[in-house]
């Protein structure tokens, strides 16, 4: 299909692209458009505005703050992929964005535009609640950040106010010891996974976290997962997954607990 | 409606167009470049991908206004491209393409396969191509073809 009318507007700095997302038409932020273009032909999505952030170049920029990286909102999944801006994650970041969508698709799709859409089974939905990143957001009352962990509240519904644009994610590094392990089932690379798990264990930094992704919503956080790293054995992961809200003999319950037992079983 | 000024196939364009329209109706309803096709028109077919800015991209779910100063590239911007050339040669000699629908697209990606990932066995280039389906011929002949432009691609880099 065809997307429906919309304006079209291109700022060149941040005060005027909140300006316009800040005022009385319904407005929507194209970053890449990778998930919005389709919203948008589906028509699912029918806004009187779409804010076109691509003039923006503070929102490309990234920078090393010591113990985290910054990667602007803008940086796209093969910028990442490439490693072509900061890694903070020993290439951990760089595994998972190649296997984002396509690389069509990542040539233009960017990290903060993932975040803002929200679909439960993007990768960096999960893989930024695991790293407990931060995302820095700006309004016309000023910036403030929220925790990865707790960002995506429902399908497609994240704690953005209206007005609000992403503006970059902090993204604590890694000590040298970390490993990470993640799995996601789908039934082709690139596709819309039914159940991502994903394991960080960095004895250095006191970290010991699993998220259990690609939710019907919020990723769960499993903040200490010391019992089920050690073990990887099926008891700890089947409790952890009902806790998701995952009956246990469900398809659901079955491949949430596998992608976990896979993420453990890759830990590197 | 708005003005956007963009390179297409090398060529200077300006246009005035509805923020609407995507990239692909552009190219082939105002431009009459009918090379890119268009499949899913949600960006999961592969079948309009093109080079913008020398990378592939998805023309469907590229709006057209957003390309203000880009370099667009559709396959028939490749005519006078060897490697392009000898990927052509290759998917005619593998029979790499029977309604040749998806074509177009599958050479972008097999394109930027090549450039970007020279080192490329089977199974990355068959993970690659996860982006561009075809219906028709069924991938083996697509795989051969894109393997062999590979080898001659790496022999001439060696020499």
New interface residues.
Partial sequence: ????????E?PTTLESALELLGGNRDARV?AG??SL??L???RMTQPDL?V?I?GLSELAETRDEGDAVVLGARVTH?AIEDGRVPDPSRGFLARIARGI?????R??GTLGGSLAHADPAADWVTVMALLDASLIVRGASGERRLPAASFVTGPLTTRLRTGELIVGLRIPKLSSQARTGYFKFNR???EFADAIGAVIDDPQRGVRRAVIGATEGAPFVIPDAAELLRSGSEAPISRAVTSAGFHAGTYEHRVHCAAIKRAVARLQ | MKPIALTVNGKSVEASVQPRTHLADFLREHLRLTGTNLGCEHGVCGACTLMIDGAPARSCITFAVACEGADVRTIEGFDEDPLMDALREAFSAEHALQCGYCTPGMLMSARDIVTRLPAADEARVREELAGNLCRCTGYVGIVRAILSVLEQYRGARLS
């Fill in positions: 299909m065809k997307a429906p009318r919309f304006d079209y291109r194209l458009g990778q273009g389709p948008l032909n589906f779409l076109d691509s093969s969508a396509y690389r069509a698709v040539n233009r082709k690379p690139g």
